[in-house]
Every structure is written in C-alpha cells, then in structure tokens.
C-alpha cells in the first residue's frame, strides 16, 4: 500500500514537472535520473521547473542552477510587458538559459518578494523591468543589497544614478518630440499630454520633452505647457479621465504615455460626440501587439521591443560571464508610426485673446 502511495506521488511528480518544463515524463525521468540523451538546455528547464514548482532537488542536481535568469515583470494586463518578456524569453533560450518569469499581480508578490524567491531559487542573473528602479521616491537599496549578494542584474526602463547596473530604456523625451512635430505639422496648437503619476522617471522625461519642444514649435511659455500636461493612471480609465480634463481645455491633440490611456483617450472623445481623428487626434506610446486593430487605427511611439530585449539579455550575461557591461544607460531611439488616428486640426475660428494667437483684423 505504502509502495503503491509512493508510486502514485512519483507519477504526479513526473506529471507536474513535465508539463511546467514542456517535456515529456520520460525526459523528466532521464533528467532526475542522469541519464544520457538530454539537452543542457532541457536539462535546465526541468531543473527549473522543478524549483518553481517546489519540488527539492535530488542530491546529483543541487549544484546551483548555472542557467537560471530570472525575470520580474510588472502585471501583463499592458500588452507591452508580455511583449518585452516574449523577446528576453526567446533569446535567453537560444543562448542556453532558462528564464523564470514572476508576474507582479494586485494583491500579490511584491517586486522584493519575487527577487528574494529567485535568489533562493539560484537564479545566475535578474532582469527587472519597469520596477521600483523606475520609481523616484523608492529605496534603492534593496539593489545595493542584491549586488552585495554577487547576483548580477539589468534594468529596464527608469535609470537612476543610485543603481550601479546596466541600464536599458527608450528615449522618452525624444519619442515625446517625435509626437509634438507631427501633431504641429498637422496643424494642431493646442496639444495635451496625458501621462501617468511624476514620480515615475519616464514620466518625467516624458514631461522634460514636452514641454521643451512645445516652446520650441509653438508660441507658449513652460508654464503654459506645464498647464496641458494631466498626470493619471497608466490604463484605460486613467486615460479616459485625463483626456476628459486636457479636452476641456480645449485640447485638439492628445498624446498619451500608454497605448492603454490612448483608448481611454479616444473612449472619453467620443463619449463627447467627437470623432476621432477629425475633431480629436490622439497619439499611443508603446506600439503595443494588436494596436493595429484599434478603430481607428493607432498613431504611436514604438518602443524598440526586439533591440532593447537583446541588449538586456546581452549586458546581463557579460555581467555573469564576468566582463561587465559598463554601469551606464543604453538609450534606444523610438519611431513615429502613423495610422489612423491623428489629422488635420479641426478649422475652427479662433476668439479674440486666444494664448498664442493674434486677433482677427476687424
């Protein structure tokens, strides 16, 4: 009876591990047996699974897993995120390594949490992606800490001076001009930015950027620029609600930080009787998977997904195969791409006294 308990548990085992790793029983047998006929690289995604599944290791596989990279995302509910893990998986995976993804979910395990599992799981490496690092009012010490612990890390997205990490990021103030030029070009003078909260350092560039180019391609002072930018929440609603304040001040562009807040954006236009693009025009960040099936479809920033993915992966195994990568940011241009979504500004005539704007002749 006691065997047949056994029997039933290992089978269970077998079952759980393989489908975690993608394999078949048998491989995960060979693999805890050590036997021949197994790829290092399926070698390391059944020793992988097997740790975040909490199975212990048997003795002849609790050498620390040489090929385990973790990487820590914010929620996937932002098309971005699982776009940016999917690339730093698949190339992680052609150089040989397992990566691990842990998921910050509401209510769930916090970035400090997530990291403290995979330093105990012996993860080689980390790659953190719009985490705390991002976030100006958090404690960088908890890096200061990691290093200490001889875990090497990357960062993605929000660089600061505290982290002495390799640092990837879009140039957010240049993506911002990018928006401002073809939102001027098309004839738009009153233009708003709709973004998530300031003390995010995207946020923040975002803002620098803005505001510099709308002194530059239009007649408005930096506090008059300050006046168009509305801080909100990175979704849908924070885009919706920030878009509602920015068109009652007679905004005829809005450029959003998220693909997200460009719905709510385009959401909140409507809901006024506005069509988009003709009495509103509204630009995306991000560049974000099925974006192009939006109605109408939409402008936006497109992050570099695929090169910042292998440059992260590329300074994180320089840093574990002990030639760091040099303790700096890694700045990647972003690009315009124009769909359906932004026009011509709305001809509408312009009231005596109107900021920037001289009076009609009488």
Do not use: W
Request: some cysteine; overall charge negative; hydrophobic content about 40%.
């Amino acid at each position: 009876m006691d065997q047949d308990r056994e029997s039933t548990g290992v089978t269970a085992r077998l079952s759980d591990i393989a489908a975690q790793a993608g394999v078949s029983e048998a491989t995960v047998s060979r693999v805890l047996n050590g036997k021949a006929g197994v790829s290092a690289t399926t070698r390391q995604a059944v020793v992988a699974a097997m740790d975040v599944l909490g199975y212990e290791r048997p003795p002849r596989l609790r050498v620390r897993s040489a090929g385990l990279v973790g990487l820590i995302t914010p929620e996937l509910s932002n098309p971005i995120f699982p776009a940016l893990a999917q690339v730093i998986e698949q190339v992680l995976t052609s150089r040989g390594y397992t990566p691990v993804l842990c998921t910050q979910t509401p209510g769930g395990s916090t970035e400090d949490q997530l990291t403290e599992l995979l330093v105990d799981r012996g993860v080689t490496g980390i790659i953190f992606v719009s985490g705390l690092h991002a976030d100006s009012t958090a404690d960088m010490n908890r890096y200061v800490k990691l290093t200490g612990r001889g875990v090497p890390f990357v960062m993605i997205n929000g660089y600061t001076e505290k982290v002495s990490a390799p640092f990837v990021s879009t140039d957010d103030r240049a993506a911002v001009r990018l928006a401002v030029s073809h939102l001027v070009e098309l004839g738009h003078e009153r233009i708003g930015l709709a973004i998530g909260p300031r003390r995010f350092v995207p946020v923040v560039r975002k803002i620098e950027g803005f505001v510099q180019h709308m002194r530059t391609l239009l007649p408005v002072t930096a506090e008059e620029a300050e006046e168009l930018v509305q801080h909100s929440l990175f979704t849908v609603e924070g885009g919706q609600a920030a878009a509602n304040a920015l068109l009652d001040r007679d905004c005829t562009a809005i450029v959003c930080g998220s693909d997200l807040m460009a719905f709510g954006a385009i959401r909140a236009a409507r809901q006024r009787g506005l069509s988009v693009p003709q009495d509103v025009s509204v630009v995306g960040f991000d560049d974000s998977p099925l974006i192009v099936f939006a109605d109408p479809p939409l402008t936006t920033l497109r992050q570099p997904v695929e090169a910042m993915g292998q440059a992260a992966v590329n300074a994180l195994l320089e840093e574990i195969g002990g030639t760091p990568a040099p303790h700096a940011e890694f700045v990647f241009m972003p690009e315009l791409v124009v769909r359906g979504s932004t026009g011509a500004g709305p001809r509408r005539p312009q009231r005596q006294g109107d900021r920037g704007v001289a009076p009609p002749p009488s």
